[in-house]
């Protein structure tokens, strides 16, 4: 039922800054904790960036702490995450996801529905 689309990859090089977003479907998004996860090659998916429905609370992963920032316009139904100072290591897949709660998790159990990713490479 609910569509997540990401959009906002690309190939960076290190130092730079690039914004992803991802546009959601359907009624539930502003009663919806939502959350940014990635993949690296050969490496299982981890928490990124996650933030409560009213977007007043925001939780982030240690690596990525002080460089990127969650946020989320209910109005437009869209995610956002600001990547800033971008390393070779950020380079993976990143997903959004939904939470049909309106308090986040790091645990990417807790969600609900997943978009299909977009591609961010970091080159040196």
């Known amino acids: 039922q609910v569509q997540l689309v990401e959009s906002g990859g690309g190939l960076v090089q290190a130092g730079d800054s690039l914004r992803l977003s991802c546009a959601a479907s359907?009624?539930?998004?502003?009663?919806?904790?939502m959350g940014w996860f990635r993949q690296a090659p050969g490496k299982e998916r981890a928490f990124v960036a996650a933030?409560?429905?009213?977007?007043?609370?925001?939780y982030y992963a240690d690596s990525v702490k002080g460089r990127f920032t969650v946020s989320r316009d209910n109005a437009k139904n869209t995610l956002y995450l600001q990547m800033n100072s971008l390393k070779p290591e950020d380079t993976a897949v990143y997903y959004c996801?939904?939470?049909?709660?309106?308090?986040?998790?790091?645990?990417?159990?807790?969600?609900?529905?997943w978009g299909q990713g977009t591609q961010v490479s970091v080159s040196s």
């Open positions: 996801a939904l939470r049909r709660l309106i308090t986040p998790t790091t645990d990417q159990n807790g969600y609900n529905y």
């Open positions: 359907g009624r539930t998004f502003s009663s919806s904790a």
């Open positions: 933030i409560s429905s009213n977007g007043a609370l925001t």
